[in-house]
Every structure is written in structure tokens, then in C-alpha cells.
């Protein structure tokens, strides 16, 4: 090929390169899959934007397929992956992308003081700032003394048809059950399950879909997030936290913590880590404590949310659980819920 010739090929080349289509070629943008609620996570993007003046595509999900929808877009564009970072509202989605080799490894020195149970071993995922499954309580009618206080009260017949959960197939709540399923066992999961349909408790879309049902006096009580039923409380609706299970011998209470990851092969990942660098900080965690979504900090030292029903890290009794293991059985749990729990 002559050097004329193979100027015109390479510089025909240049507006694909230029366009960022190839790791690191654009500095100034990064492409970001957020299933955090847009309401919460957009200030921060555009905080981000205005100090480092790189541009984020962002991409948001929907309530009714929270996390699932974004998840399968990156698995389905592994090929040729259009996303940089993904930061997910929940953990166990983002750990299965690591599973299935999705994700690249990225050890952000803004996450030095988050504990290490909430980080992978291996840098592929970072959590933080964490929701609690909590039960969100009508107060004008259920009496204090009277307040649910455990899953199990989910089959009590005292309460038959006058609570609810999210159709456990997307975001927190799949993973919660899921998570159930795995430490309760074949038996006692199933006699949890068979005992839900009996009491008749309602599914619902989404854990807003709870929270709401509840704060308009619809239900007693049901299973929503902590950003949700801060959302309600801060509405002026009567409605109470209880953390459930407890007790010495109870399970304790889920959380679920925030995370992000590096898409491997995604177009920018220099930009990609600057925007991992900011949301994993300390700054960032305690803005989202602060903010309506009363979100937990995974450090001790950062302020936590000023809602006192919001209990911090080391105030509760937390359930264990291993991310790595809901992950695997994630996607076999949503179809047997789909049809479990159908209405």
C-alpha cells in the first residue's frame, strides 16, 4: 500500500475514534447505566459534570424493572459494551456481572475506608450508602405495642389481607427473598411462602407500590426500603420503621448497599474510574444520607441520615448473607417467583 493510500485509510478512521468508540479515546465522557431512582442520583451527576467537565451519558431503569432492565442491557451488549460504569440501587445484580466475567476490575482509593464485607476481594465491585428492608407501619392503625416485628409476621392471621410485598422478581426485594430462600431452607422457606398465600398478603409492583398502599391507609403494614418510607414520612404521612428480626435468635435485618462497578471493555474507562473515584466518596455517601433518600453509610464516620427511625451502622442486628451465593441463584429465583407469586 502506498503512503498516500494509507494516509486516506487512517485518516478515514479518525471521526470513529474521535467519537470515543475505542477504550480511553475520549477523556471528556463516560457513558453511566444508574438504577438508582433518578430523583436521587441526577444532582450528583450533574455535580460531577460541573467539577471535572466530563460529560455523562446517563442512562436511568424504570421502577417496575429496577436494576433487571439495565443488567440485561449490558449483558446483551457484551460484545460491544456501550457502558462505562454501572451503578446499581442494590448488590447481588452487580456480583453476578462479575460472575459472568462483565465487569473490570477497579480498586478506587476514594473506597480505602469502607469495610471490606461491602467490596469485592477482587476490585470488580464497590458498595455504598445502604437501604435497610424495613417494615413500613401505619400509625393510626396499628398501635405501637402492636407493630409487626419480624418476616414471620407476614403469616400471622391476625394480619391476613392487611399487608404486602413487592413481587419479589426485580431490585431489593428479589434479592431479599432470594436471600431468605438460601438461609430458611427448603422447608421453613416454603412454609413461609404457603403460609403468605393462606394470609393472603398483597403483591405489589414495587416497593413505592408499598409504601404508598400503607401511607394511604389502604394496608397496616408491609415490606418497603428505608428510602421509601422516608419518602412517605417526610410527606407528612403517619407511618412507622420497625427493623425487623431482631431478637437473639431472629435473622436480623437485610442490607442492601448501593454499588458500582467498571464495565469491562466499556468505551472510556479512564473517565469511567474519575466517575467511580467521586460517587464512592465520603462526600457523596453522606449527601445521599442527607438527602430524601436517607441512604445508610457504610463508614461509621460519616454522618448518617438525620430520620432517627433510620438506624445506623452498629445499631442494628444485621443479617448475614453472601453476595456471591444470591448472586448465583438470582436469575432461577426470579422465575419461581414469577409464577409463585402470580395473582
Known amino acids: 500500500m502506498s503512503r498516500i493510500r494509507s494516509l486516506l485509510v487512517a485518516a478515514a ?111 470488580k465491585w464497590t458498595g455504598f450508602a445502604a437501604r435497610a428492608r424495613v417494615l413500613i407501619v401505619n400509625t393510626e392503625l396499628v398501635a405501637p405495642e402492636e407493630y409487626p416485628k419480624s418476616v414471620w409476621d407476614l403469616i400471622d392471621p391476625k394480619w391476613k389481607g392487611k399487608c404486602a410485598i413487592a413481587k419479589p422478581v426485580t431490585g431489593t426485594t428479589l434479592t431479599h427473598f432470594t436471600t431468605l430462600a438460601l438461609k430458611l431452607g427448603v422447608e421453613s422457606f416454603a412454609r413461609l411462602t404457603d403460609g403468605m398465600k393462606a394470609n393472603d398478603v398483597v403483591i405489589l409492583a414495587s416497593n413505592g407500590a408499598t409504601m404508598k398502599e400503607v401511607a394511604s391507609g389502604k394496608l397496616h403494614w408491609a415490606f418497603t426500603d428505608t428510602d421509601d418510607f422516608h419518602v412517605a414520612l417526610k410527606k407528612g404521612h403517619k407511618v412507622a420503621c420497625v427493623f425487623p428480626d431482631q431478637g437473639e435468635n431472629e435473622l436480623g435485618t437485610m442490607l442492601i448497599p448501593n454499588s458500582v462497578a467498571l464495565i469491562r471493555g466499556g468505551p472510556n474507562p479512564e473517565a469511567g474510574k474519575k466517575l467511580i473515584d467521586f460517587i464512592v466518596s465520603e462526600r457523596v455517601e453522606a449527601m445521599l444520607a442527607s438527602a430524601k433518600s436517607a441512604q445508610i453509610p457504610l463508614r461509621s464516620e460519616v454522618q448518617g441520615p438525620s430520620e432517627k427511625q433510620i438506624l445506623k451502622i452498629g445499631q442494628f442486628k444485621e443479617m448475614p448473607w453472601d453476595p456471591a451465593q444470591t448472586a448465583q441463584a438470582l436469575a432461577s429465583m426470579s422465575k419461581r417467583f414469577e409464577s409463585l407469586f402470580d395473582r
Request: proline share 5%; net charge negative; aromatic share 8%.
Open 13 to 123: 478512521f479518525l471521526p470513529f475514534a474521535a467519537c470515543g468508540d475505542g477504550p480511553g479515546k475520549d477523556s471528556k465522557t463516560v457513558s453511566l447505566y444508574c438504577a438508582l431512582d433518578q430523583e436521587h442520583s441526577e444532582t450528583l451527576v450533574q455535580l460531577f459534570e460541573k467539577e471535572t467537565s466530563i460529560d455523562v451519558k446517563t442512562r436511568f431503569d424504570t421502577e417496575a424493572s429496577k436494576t433487571v432492565g439495565l443488567v440485561s442491557s449490558i449483558l446483551d451488549e457484551a460484545q460491544r459494551p456501550r457502558c462505562d460504569v454501572f451503578w446499581n440501587n442494590e448488590l447481588a445484580h452487580t456480583v453476578r456481572l462479575g460472575q459472568k466475567g462483565m465487569l473490570e476490575p477497579y480498586v478506587s482509593p476514594a473506597a480505602a475506608a469502607i469495610p471490606d464485607r461491602y467490596k469485592d476481594k477482587d476490585g
